[in-house]
């Protein structure tokens, strides 16, 4: 539909330049076209129209990021990392534990995350190594 198509083009391309002059070209009334749009499904099809419109620019859009991520811009180099999967968010996490004995540890885990989780301990200065306080093998 004309309003649909004139609704999805970016404002500064609209012929007729306003959706007064556009009502009046198809002639219908321009309270006619403000009911539609308070549809759902009548601003779906413009959204998807728009989105047509986006998928005819992509390589112009992927060139501009490209050309300003490789200028150095933080902002473009992280927006093409996420959209090629190639970004992920760094955070740091703590863990607390309340360990009574290293036995108590080595039950509850692998014999492999034990010993990871004895040398952690150890370092942190949470436990100290002692007798019967060794890795597992």
Same mark, same amino acid.
């Given at each position: *539909?004309?309003?649909?198509?004139?609704?999805?083009?970016?404002?500064?391309? &609209?012929?007729?330049?306003?959706?007064?002059?556009?009502?009046?070209?198809?002639?219908?009334?321009? #309270?006619?076209?403000? &009911?539609?749009?308070?549809?759902? $499904?009548? *601003?779906?099809? #413009?959204?998807?129209?728009? $989105? %047509?419109?986006?998928?005819?620019?992509?390589?112009?859009?992927?060139?501009?990021? &490209?050309? $300003?991520?490789?200028?150095?811009?933080?902002?473009? +180099?992280?927006? =093409?990392? %996420? *959209?090629?999967?190639?970004?992920? $968010?760094?955070? %740091?996490?703590?863990?607390?534990?309340?360990?009574?004995?290293?036995?108590?540890?080595?039950? =509850?885990?692998?014999?492999?995350?034990?010993?990871?989780?004895?040398? +952690?301990?150890?370092?942190?200065?949470?436990?100290?190594?002692?007798?019967?306080?060794?890795?597992? %093998?």
């Amino acid at each position: *539909m004309k309003v649909q198509r004139w609704l999805a083009t970016p404002s500064l391309e &609209r012929s007729p330049a306003t959706q007064t002059e556009l009502a009046a070209e198809i002639g219908i009334n321009l #309270v006619t076209i403000s &009911r539609w749009k308070q549809s759902s $499904e009548f *601003m779906q099809v #413009v959204y998807d129209i728009a $989105e %047509e419109y986006l998928g005819d620019d992509l390589p112009d859009i992927y060139a501009a990021l &490209r050309k $300003e991520a490789k200028a150095g811009s933080y902002q473009h +180099i992280k927006l =093409a990392f %996420e *959209m090629t999967g190639r970004y992920v $968010e760094k955070s %740091e996490q703590s863990v607390k534990a309340d360990v009574t004995s290293n036995a108590t540890v080595n039950h =509850a885990i692998d014999t492999d995350t034990a010993g990871s989780i004895f040398d +952690i301990l150890a370092a942190a200065g949470a436990i100290q190594p002692g007798v019967g306080d060794t890795p597992p %093998e």
